[in-house]
């Protein structure tokens, strides 16, 4: 009877473990320069303890927190994760993240998500379907779900058409033609003509508009991290904007000239996009 008791709780463990389930509410279309709210449900089952929620970020795209249901949120090297040491204790909990798209973001854009979690001390992962969203479009939800069966739409019969039948040509007459009038040559003048100034071409602005800069941004972080962790960069500034530590390299008028620097940076293998500021401020 005991071994039978054993092999039960062993079998309803394994079954609570099985039915653990990510279910992701992305768009399936966005805009460059725009961010949207996403949510992610996980049910976690009767995972406890130690738990960890990964996101795989395409190039161009940055996310941030949102609501990581008391975990530690970290955003670093185009990955996010949420870190429990206690996971929550609610069966199904839901994350929010927010997830926005560079100048330069990957079209299509393939985010990848795993949750880690501990089973009988030993670590376990649990992948979700991959979700896509592409730049540009009508924007709609793009979701991990199972996909709809769809059914072809019947087309209707076509309709018969005639040719149409052409009325009796008319009989044309030839019209009589009056008497040529005999004429003479005008004689012309040449009009002096004077050489018209065009306008001398205007430099082109690499700026969008006056007061523009551009930096090249390498990181985002929820705790401030040591500038000497990106020595290879160059001189890095770290500012707290809404909420996060976000690392940035160099200061440009000139938009090209950023992303040759970020291209530079990135043979150094630092990802990182270009940020906007207006007058000083961040626009972007």
Not at 7 to 16: H, N, P, Q
Not at 76 to 102: C, G, H, Y
Not at 185 to 206: F, G, I, L, N, Q
Not at 263 to 269: A, C, I, Q, W, Y
Request: charged share 20%; proline share 7%; glycine share 6%.
């Amino acid at each position: 009877m005991k071994k039978l008791l054993t092999i039960f709780a062993l079998t309803s463990i394994t079954a609570a473990f099985s039915q653990i389930t990510i279910n992701a509410n992305f768009p399936s279309n966005m805009n460059a320069g725009s961010s949207i709210d996403a949510d992610v449900k996980i049910n976690k089952g009767a995972v406890g303890n130690f738990a960890k929620y990964q996101l795989d970020v395409p190039t161009g795209y940055v996310v941030s927190a949102i609501d990581a249901k008391t975990g530690n949120f970290t955003f670093e090297n185009q990955r996010a994760k949420i870190v429990w040491v206690s996971v929550p204790s609610e069966p199904e909990f839901t994350i929010k993240l927010k997830v926005q798209a560079m100048s330069n973001a990957t079209n299509p854009g393939t985010f990848n998500q795993k949750f880690y979690y501990l089973e009988n001390s030993e670590k376990k992962e649990v992948e979700a379907t991959p979700v896509v969203i592409n730049i540009g479009g009508a924007s709609s939800s793009a979701s991990t779900s199972a996909p709809v069966e769809t059914q072809p739409v019947a087309t209707s019969t076509p309709v018969e058409t005639k040719p149409v039948t052409t009325s009796t040509p008319v009989e044309t007459k030839p019209v009589a033609t009056s008497t040529p009038v005999e004429s003479k040559p005008v004689e012309t003048k040449p009009v002096a003509s004077k050489p018209v100034e065009t306008a001398k071409p205007k430099p082109s602005v690499a700026a969008s508009e006056a007061g523009m800069t551009f930096k090249v941004q390498i990181g985002a972080y929820s705790n401030e991290p040591s500038k000497s962790k990106f020595s290879g960069a160059g001189k890095v500034n770290i500012d707290l904007i809404n909420g996060m530590y976000k690392v940035t390299v160099g200061n440009f008028n000139n938009l090209d000239e950023a992303v040759r620097f970020r291209d530079e940076l990135k043979s150094k293998g630092y990802t990182g996009f270009i940020a906007r500021y207006k007058n000083g401020v961040r626009v972007n």
